[in-house]
């Protein structure tokens, strides 16, 4: 059988072949069956009929009778009867009738006549010989009966023909019923098949098999249903599981985009943070290494952003972050990298540089840019850059190298006063350790009482008597010995140190004047210096005044000394707070006056009491030169605008007496005392004498 073929073909083809097994047999079986039976009953009736004629000849032959002997003979009811013959016990013929064939001459031999006197021959003949006996047993003579049996042999093959007719009829029936049964097996069957291959083709585990019957198939086809029922329960599971599986997935790389921005980028400013700054300067190193090429690392960090922050609060903080990281950038080249390494500092990364006038054209871009104020919600503010650089391979081969002397430059560059830039130089870094380590000790230089007030006193120029003291900071440490302020103020400031370190400087002056006064002194001024951190807090006036009112020292004994910069960097609100001060009745004095903004237009709108002339214009002013006509400038406006000029740094008698013939209603200086400790300047404001330095100019 082709194992190949269909089920439907291997069905026909079963039922087709049983049918040919039981038919073909069945039917030679039959065929044999017919002609056995045909001629067996054939040589019965023809033995029988001899036995009849024989019976009846016994007396034609006893009476030697041949005419009814033959009458016998011609009555026989045998068909087909070809001759029979009535031989005498002599073996001679007695009576015989014919119908074609020769009678034979003389009685044959009963041995040729085999069966039981019965011979069939090949000449399709039935030869019988019929022994005629009289009662007593003896043998009268013999019958001889000729039959053909030609007409009986082809009668039986006409039966065999249309048995043989039969036979493939069925056959052919078979084969139309096995094409018509073999439906309902190998229907079902098929169903499944297509059904099972549209499964697989549309992945649709919602089809059902028809459950026609409750045999074999029936079952097949239930379990093909319950097969079906458990794969879409496991594929709807699978399903569900793929898509939490995808869902997790998402989420997962998801997290995995949001863990690389969160680890590489800076959230604010969307800027790459430190880590990706370093990989970036890093690659950089390594590419500029091996094309023989100079890097520009770049520190920038923005001038007072702390104050901005403390004083207008974060929001507006990350306002102006935002808004400088976009100026910052809009002046860079695509392959330029520019990070946010937190706070307010950020790192530009220039590969490709030719020499420092390369560098220096794209930082004097960057400082011009941020000349112009940002405006941050209601806020119009103002904010520069201190930039420091270190170059690849001369000021380090490394990133961090690099990126320590790029930050070095920096505080350098913030050094010289900021809004500027400084290249790395090998010098700086003792500084740069310095500074570290004084920011570090300023920590506890408060608790450990490493800090003193030391005093400095204002001259009258009317009466050349003291007038009033500055108080000024000095840091007494075990080790360093004493630091100057100028090196340890900055820090202060940057390190937001200078609000605790601030209200302590005030609380001692307003204690150490209510101790003097109760001592004796007559009543003066008091002047602090106050930060621009310091002044940014909300609540000064009112922290100043609990201090005023604590010590019972009246606000307008406090004078308080503001830098030009300071009050300039947001206008709007240095004159909300100035007012605020003015309010509760402090002094309020600008500071190293000149060496700012000089404005005007903003002098008036602040509510000030007077100003300092910077000590830098002093030194010359009696000599003829610019700083003389700065300075009567200087006391020409402050007239105008009804404030009190104090001049700083006077040293010599010819700057007091220039200053005194102008006009200038108080001098600071060396000439009269440097700033000296409480113990010193107390004898000193108990006097009523003319100040020191004065008192040989009015001897
Ligand atoms: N925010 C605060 N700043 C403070 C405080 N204490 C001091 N400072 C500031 O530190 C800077 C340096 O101060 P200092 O070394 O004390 O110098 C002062 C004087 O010594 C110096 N001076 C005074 N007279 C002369 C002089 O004739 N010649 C000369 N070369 N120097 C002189 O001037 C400084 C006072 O300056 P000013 O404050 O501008 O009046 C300085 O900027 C201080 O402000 C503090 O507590 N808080």
Not at 47 to 65: G, H, K, N, T
Not at 179 to 197: D, F, G, M, W
Not at 473 to 500: C, D, K, Q, Y
């Amino acid at each position: 059988m082709n194992w190949r073929a269909s089920l439907r073909e291997k069905l026909i083809t079963i039922i087709v072949l049983t049918c040919l097994f039981a038919i073909v047999p069945g039917m030679l079986a039959a065929g044999f069956y017919l002609r056995s039976q045909t001629i067996d009953n054939l040589v019965e009736n023809v033995r029988a009929q001899a036995r009849l004629m024989a019976l009846y000849s016994e007396v034609p032959l006893s009476f030697e009778d041949n005419n009814v002997a033959r009458d016998i003979l011609r009555k026989a009811q045998i068909d087909h009867l070809q001759a029979a013959v009535l031989f005498d016990s002599n073996g001679q013929p007695f009576a015989s009738v014919s119908e074609s064939r020769n009678t034979p001459a003389t009685l044959p031999s009963i041995e040729v006549l085999r069966r039981d006197h019965v011979i069939l021959t090949d000449e399709d003949a039935l030869l019988v010989l019929e022994p005629v006996t009289r009662q007593d047993g003896l043998v009268l003579g013999h019958l001889y009966i000729d039959v053909d049996l030609a007409p009986t042999y082809r009668q039986l093959q006409q039966s065999l023909l249309a048995l043989s007719a039969i036979g493939v009829l069925l056959i052919l029936f078979s084969w139309l019923l096995a094409l018509r049964l073999q439906r309902y097996v190998s229907k079902p069957i098929l169903h499944l098949a297509t059904l099972a291959s549209a499964v697989s083709k549309n992945d649709d585990f919602g089809v059902r098999a028809p459950v026609a019957s409750e045999d074999e198939i029936g079952t097949l086809a239930r379990s093909f249903n319950h097969m079906m029922s458990v794969i879409g329960e496991r594929e709807r599971a699978r399903d569900i599981a793929v898509n939490a599986l995808q869902d997790s997935n998402d989420r997962l790389e998801l997290a995995v985009k949001e863990l690389h921005v969160l680890a590489n980028f800076d959230a604010l400013t969307e800027l790459p943070n430190r880590a990706l700054c370093m990989d970036r300067i890093s690659s950089a190193l390594l590419r500029a290494s091996r094309e023989k090429k100079q890097v520009a690392v770049i520190f920038l960090d923005l001038d007072h952003f702390k104050e901005v922050n403390d004083s207008l609060g974060h929001g507006i903080g990350d306002q102006l972050l935002k808004m400088a990281a976009q100026r910052l950038a809009e002046c860079l080249r695509p392959g330029d990298t520019l990070a946010r390494l937190g706070g307010d500092e950020f790192v530009l990364l220039l590969e490709e540089i030719k020499d420092e006038l390369n560098v220096s054209a794209v930082l004097n871009k960057l400082l011009s840019e941020f000349a112009r104020t940002f405006t941050v919600g209601d806020y119009v503010v103002s904010t520069t850059i201190s930039i420091g650089i270190a170059i690849y391979p001369s000021d380090g081969r490394d990133v961090h190298t690099l990126m320590r002397n790029a930050d070095t430059a920096m505080y350098k560059a913030k050094e010289l006063g900021r809004n500027t830039y400084q290249f790395y130089q090998p010098e700086m870094n003792a500084k740069s350790l310095r500074r570290l380590s004084l920011a570090t000790e300023l920590r506890d230089a408060l608790e450990r009482d490493q800090l003193e007030l030391y005093f400095q006193p204002f001259i009258d120029t009317v009466y050349g008597q003291i007038c009033g003291v500055e108080a000024l900071l000095r840091w007494h440490h075990p080790i360093m010995g004493s630091v100057s302020p100028i090196e340890f103020i900055p820090i202060a400031e940057n390190t937001g140190m200078i609000v605790p370190i601030g209200q302590w400087v005030i609380e001692q002056s307003v204690k150490r004047y209510a101790e003097w006064r109760r001592k004796g002194v007559k009543p003066l001024r008091i002047a602090v210096n106050i930060s621009a951190v310091q002044f940014r807090q909300v609540d000064l006036a009112e922290q100043i005044l609990r201090v005023t009112n604590q010590y019972g020292v009246p606000p307008s004994a406090l004078e308080l000394e503001l830098t030009e910069s300071l009050l300039m960097r947001d206008v709007e609100s240095a004159t909300a707070q100035l007012r605020r001060l003015k309010a509760l009745g402090f002094t309020l004095v600008i500071d190293d006056f000149g060496t700012g903004y000089s404005s005007l237009s903003y002098l008036r709108r602040f509510p000030l009491d007077g100003l300092k002339i910077d000590r830098s214009f002093i030194a010359e002013v009696n000599r003829n030169t610019d700083d003389t006509a700065i300075t009567l400038a200087i006391l020409s406006m402050a007239r105008s605008l009804r404030l009190h000029v104090t001049a700083e740094g006077v040293e010599t008698r010819e700057q007091y007496e220039f200053l005194t013939r102008h006009g200038c209603h108080e001098t600071q200086g060396y000439l009269f005392s440097p700033p000296i400790p409480e113990a010193q300047i107390l004898p000193m404001l108990l006097q009523d004498k003319p100040a020191p330095g004065l008192q040989e100019i009015s001897q």
